[in-house]
């Protein structure tokens, strides 16, 4: 059975700090490209970052330098650190996996992150 469960979301003041993670079960996790995307009300949903199974990353331009990334194939857990968090940063911010080659992919339930003074 997989699950996925996302946490670490919250409100946080303009310039605060916020850990998200992504913790996973019922898949091969290490054989999994990863990624977090963000949700605004009323828009789309949009990438944030990615981690490749090797390790790779990647970034929107607007989260380069405050964003990091990473995940952890010995828990099976990916995490997102945001640092130097903006408004336009509020949004669901949802947790995706995709297994390349095959069709086998998730989307997370999604955490709520609000950044307001």
């Known amino acids: 059975q997989v699950q996925i469960v996302e946490s670490g979301g919250g409100l946080v003041q303009p310039g605060g700090s916020l850990r998200l993670s992504c913790a996973t079960s019922?898949?091969?996790?290490?054989?999994?490209?990863m990624a977090w995307y963000t949700q605004a009300p009323g828009k789309q949903r949009d990438l944030v970052a990615s981690?490749?199974?090797?390790?790779?990353?990647n970034y929107t331009e607007s989260v380069k330098g405050r964003f990091t990334i990473s995940r952890d194939n010995t828990k099976n857990t990916m995490y997102l650190q945001m640092n130097s968090l903006k408004p336009e940063d509020t949004g669901v911010y949802f947790c995706y996996g995709n297994r390349l080659g095959t069709r086998l992919r998730f989307w997370g339930q999604g955490t709520q992150v609000t950044v307001s003074s």
């Open positions: 019922g898949v091969t996790f290490k054989a999994y490209d």
């Open positions: 981690i490749s199974s090797g390790g790779i990353t």
